[in-house]
């Protein structure tokens, strides 16, 4: 009579007669998942490396027995479970032939904003994420303990928040995978050229708007940059002669420059101010503000003169008390042509700067104190 499958939540350091029915989710880090979506890391020897990575392929289920089982400890952990698998030279590997939809073909263990701050310089865990495609930047070459090694800048846009997330050698990339958690977003997204005029009549703390505008000149009286933790983006302060991030509450283990110009831009209606951060610099610039840095070159008057389409950010300082200097959140088309619009009139979808001014404005305007910008 043969042995019945054991669930990973039943398996445990005492018992030594297990066997599983598994799918291999990843080879690298060896994740695997059972019918209840109990996911568990499994590791193999060194000098048993080559006897098992040849049997096992990605996406394919086993039947595991006679391997052991050890508490997870160190960083760097794959998924959360306190038990991890190994195998050693008397565990027995037979793949399945056939389907079994009991078994999911993909789970994941995403982690909301509150998690991936929480992680902050904590390398326990290895974060899963999930998020829109918004940014993907240049190769570069940097060094990493004294050796060349290639970096690409991704950003995601999450539900909330910004943090900036570093690779291992088993990071993977997946897009637009069919699964219940890309379906809500897919729902949940929010068309970037909206109707200003219907959201205005939710009377909303903030606003989105997009503007079609032309940049005319460029204001660094106070710097094109400053001065960021690499984590989380936050301009990070000298205390008591070290670095310190408020937002991470801790020292930044490094810290690098990032953009922050202001723009002044117009359109047929008038004129008002910009104020850009860095990826949205970095789109137009083509080059990360640490480059720009070391090349001290001003890159910034090739930009005059063009035309782009923003998307602003009205929060309430600017909605409530008319502060005039509105941040972009995003660049939604590149150096628009004046052929596409010969009328020279603003689509209906967009907001002229006379509209944006008077919302900021309502029905009196308050100055806003002056403030150093980073």
């Known amino acids: 009579m043969s042995m019945e499958y054991t669930t990973l939540k039943q398996i445990s350091r005492d018992k030594d007669n297990s066997k599983l029915k598994v799918r291999v989710l990843r080879i690298l880090d060896m994740i695997l998942v059972d019918k209840e979506g109990t ?3 499994a590791s193999i020897r060194k000098n048993l490396a080559q006897s098992f990575r040849p049997q096992l392929n990605e996406g394919s289920i086993y039947t595991i027995t006679d391997f052991l089982v050890e508490e997870n400890k ?29 078994i999911p073909q993909s789970q994941f263990e995403f982690a909301n904003y509150g998690t991936i701050a929480s992680r902050c310089y904590d390398n326990t865990y290895l ?43 088993a990071t993977k990339l997946y897009i637009n995978l069919d699964i219940p958690e890309v379906a809500e977003i897919r729902n949940n997204i929010k068309l970037y050229k909206i109707d200003a005029i219907q959201v205005l009549k939710k009377k909303p703390v903030d606003l989105l708007v997009t503007c079609n505008a032309k940049i005319i000149n460029i204001n660094n009286k106070y710097g094109w940059y400053y001065v960021a933790c690499l984590i989380c ?17 801790n020292q930044p283990k490094f810290a690098v420059p990032s953009y922050r110009i202001q723009v002044q831009v117009q359109d047929e209606t008038g004129s008002t101010t910009f104020i850009l951060f860095d990826k949205r610099v970095e789109k137009i610039i083509s080059k990360t503000a640490k ?49 596409q619009n010969d009328s ?4 209906e979808h967009q907001d002229t700067m006379e509209k944006i001014v008077k919302k900021s404005r309502k029905d009196k305007y308050i100055a806003n104190p002056k403030t150093e910008i980073g």
Not at 233 to 249: A, S
Request: proline share 1%; hydrophobic share 30%.
């Open 127 to 169: 974060t899963d994420v999930i998020g829109i495609l918004d940014y993907i930047g240049a190769i570069e070459e940097i060094k990493t303990r004294g050796r060349p090694t290639k970096m690409r800048n991704i950003k995601l846009l999450l539900e909330e928040g910004e943090y900036q997330l570093s690779s291992t050698f």
């Open 39 to 41: 996911l568990i890391h």
């Open 74 to 102: 160190g960083n760097y952990r794959p998924v959360h479970n306190q038990l991890k698998i190994l195998f050693n030279s008397t565990t027995s590997v037979s793949k399945f032939n056939g389907f079994d939809h009991s």
């Open 233 to 249: 983006k936050t301009k990070v302060k000298q205390v008591k002669g070290v670095l310190w991030c408020e937002r991470c509450k």
């Open 291 to 339: 480059e720009l840095a070391e090349m001290q070159e001003e890159k910034f008057k090739k930009i005059i003169g063009n035309e782009y389409l923003f998307q602003l950010h009205l929060d309430e300082y600017n909605l409530k008390y008319g502060k005039e200097n509105y941040t972009v959140s995003k660049i939604l088309e590149m150096k628009i042509s004046h052929k």
């Open 344 to 347: 020279g009139k603003v689509e």
